[in-house]
C-alpha cells in the first residue's frame, strides 16, 4: 500500500502537469487566432482599398488602379496577393502572383470567410474572402498574406513558452514537495514516539500532533491504557487467586496429616501427591506476577535496567539462602525482544537456578547476530541421561527430570515460540545445570 505522502506528491504533480499542460495547450491555440484574427483583419482593409481602386470600363472589363494599391501587391513573390474573380470565369490579379492563380471559391455577395491554403513556392497563406455586387456586377475579392515569417515567430515564442511552463512547474512542484514533507514531518514525532513505545521508553503517544491525526492518536492511547489494565489486572488477579487458595491449601494439608486419615494410606497419598502438584501452580503464578513487575507490554528488554530489580525480587523469594547473583548484561540499549517475555523466561530460568543452588548463580546475556542467554547454578546438576531428555522437542521437563519442573518447561515452550534453541549442559565454572538460550534478531 503507498504511502500517504507518496499518494500527496504523486497528486499534486500530476495536478501541476496537468494544469500547466491545459494552459500551455490553451496558450497556443489563443495565439494562433489571436495572429490570424490579426492578419484577417489587415486583409479585409486591404480588400476595401482593393475594392475602391477596382473600376469597370465601358465594355464591363475590371480594371485596378495600381496607384491606389500598396506597392507591396506589385512585387513578384511578395507574400501578398489578391484576385478578382467573377461568375463567368474572368479574373484580376495582383503582379505578385506573377503566372500563378489561386483556386478561390465564388462568394455571393454579402458573405465572407478566412481560411489557409498553399500558395507560390510552398508559401502558407492565410485567404480572406467575401462577395460583392458593384455596378451590377457580381465577383468575388480574394486577398492573401504568406503566414510564414508569422508562423517562425509564433514556434519561437511557443518554445519560451513551454520553457517558462516548465521552469515554473518544476519551481511550484519542488515547492510543493517541500510543503508535503514539512506536513508530513509533524507525523514523524508519533513515528518516533511509536519506537519508544516500542523500547517500553514511553507509555503513551504524544497528542501534540495535526489536528487531522489527533483522533487516531487519542483512539490509540485510549485503547493502549485499557490494554494495560487489563493485562495487570488479569497478573494480579492470578498472584491474588493463587494467594487466596494457599489457606484452603493449608486445611487440605492439616486434614490429610490428621489421624482419621492414617487408616487410609493409599487415599492419603494420592491426596498428598495432587495437593502437592496445586500448591506448586499456585507457586509458580505468584512468582510470574512478582517477577513481571510494572510497565508497557510490548517494550523492548533493558537487561541493565531490567536486571537490578528482578535480582532483588528473587533474593526476596530465596532468603533463607544467601545467594550471590551475578549478571553480566550488556550496558544499553534494548534487546530484540518483548519485555513482558523475557522478564517471564529469565525470571522462570532464575527462578530454577536459585532454588537448587547451593550459594551462587550467574546470569550472562550478550547480543552479537543472536541473543545469547546463559544461566548456570552451582548445584547438584542432572545426570548425563536427563541432559539428554531435556534437549529433546516436545517433553515436558516435569515429567522427564525430577527437581527441574515447570520453570524449565515454560522457558523451553518460550524459546520455541521466537524460533531460538536451547540447550542443557554441566556448567564447567560451577559445576550445576547450565542453559544456554540463542534467540534470533
Same mark, same amino acid.
Given at each position: ?13 500530476? *495536478? ?8 500551455? $495547450? ?14 484577417? /483583419? ?85 485567404? $480572406? ?10 465577383? /468575388? ?102 494467594? #487466596? ?58 537487561? #541493565? ?26 550496558? /544499553? ?69 525430577? *527437581? ?6 515454560? #522457558? ?30
Amino acid at each position: 500500500m503507498k504511502s500517504l505522502g507518496y499518494q500527496l506528491r504523486l497528486g499534486l504533480a500530476a *495536478g501541476l502537469v496537468v494544469l500547466f499542460g491545459v494552459m500551455w $495547450w490553451g496558450g497556443i491555440q489563443a495565439i494562433h487566432s489571436l495572429t490570424d484574427h490579426f492578419v484577417a /483583419s489587415r486583409l479585409e482593409h486591404d480588400a476595401e482599398a482593393l475594392l475602391a481602386a477596382m473600376r469597370l470600363d465601358g465594355s464591363g472589363r475590371p480594371l485596378v488602379r495600381w496607384r491606389r494599391v500598396d506597392a507591396i501587391y506589385e512585387q513578384p513573390l511578395s507574400g501578398h496577393y489578391y484576385q478578382i474573380s467573377f461568375p463567368d470565369g474572368r479574373k484580376v490579379s495582383s503582379r505578385s502572383l506573377w503566372d500563378q492563380q489561386l483556386d478561390i471559391p465564388q462568394f455571393p455577395p454579402g458573405s465572407q470567410g478566412q481560411w489557409r491554403m498553399e500558395g507560390p513556392a510552398g508559401q502558407d497563406l492565410l485567404v $480572406w474572402a467575401a462577395g460583392y455586387d458593384k455596378q451590377g456586377q457580381v465577383f /468575388s475579392v480574394a486577398v492573401a498574406e504568406d503566414m510564414s515569417p508569422l508562423n517562425q515567430r509564433v514556434t519561437q515564442f511557443e518554445w519560451l513558452f513551454v520553457a517558462l511552463t516548465l521552469g515554473i512547474t518544476l519551481l511550484l512542484f519542488f515547492g510543493q514537495q517541500m510543503i508535503v514533507n514539512s506536513a508530513m514531518g509533524r507525523l514523524e514525532r508519533v513515528r518516533e514516539d511509536m519506537a519508544r513505545l516500542e523500547r517500553g521508553e514511553v507509555d503513551t503517544l504524544t497528542t501534540d500532533v495535526p489536528l487531522e491525526v489527533e483522533p487516531l492518536v487519542a483512539q490509540f492511547n485510549h485503547l493502549l491504557q485499557l490494554f494495560q489494565q487489563r493485562l495487570e489486572h488479569s497478573r494480579k488477579g492470578l498472584g491474588n487467586l493463587s494467594h #487466596a487458595l494457599k489457606g484452603p491449601i493449608n486445611l487440605l494439608q492439616q486434614q490429610i496429616d490428621s489421624e482419621e486419615m492414617e487408616s487410609h494410606g493409599e487415599l492419603k497419598r494420592a491426596m498428598a501427591l495432587q495437593l502437592t502438584r496445586v500448591r506448586q501452580l499456585m507457586e509458580r503464578e505468584m512468582k510470574r506476577a512478582r517477577l513481571a513487575g510494572s510497565g508497557i507490554s510490548g517494550g523492548r528488554f533493558n537487561a #541493565a535496567r531490567e536486571m537490578p530489580s528482578l535480582v532483588r525480587v528473587l533474593r526476596q523469594i530465596y532468603h533463607e539462602k544467601t545467594l550471590q547473583i551475578d549478571s553480566r548484561v550488556p550496558e /544499553s540499549g534494548g534487546l530484540s525482544v518483548d519485555r513482558e517475555d523475557m522478564l517471564e523466561l529469565l525470571g522462570n530460568l532464575l527462578d530454577n537456578a536459585c532454588k537448587w543452588a547451593v550459594g551462587q548463580v550467574r546470569c550472562t546475556i550478550e547480543q552479537q547476530d543472536s541473543i545469547v542467554i546463559e544461566v548456570e547454578d552451582d548445584g547438584p546438576g542432572v545426570s548425563p541421561e536427563a541432559l539428554t531428555r531435556l534437549a529433546e522437542r516436545g517433553v515436558r521437563i516435569d515429567e522427564s527430570v525430577d *527437581g527441574h519442573g515447570l520453570g524449565l518447561a515454560i #522457558a523451553k515452550d518460550m524459546v520455541k515460540l521466537y524460533g531460538g534453541e536451547i540447550s542443557f549442559m554441566l556448567s564447567p565454572d560451577l559445576g550445576g545445570l547450565k542453559v544456554q538460550i540463542r534467540l534470533p534478531q
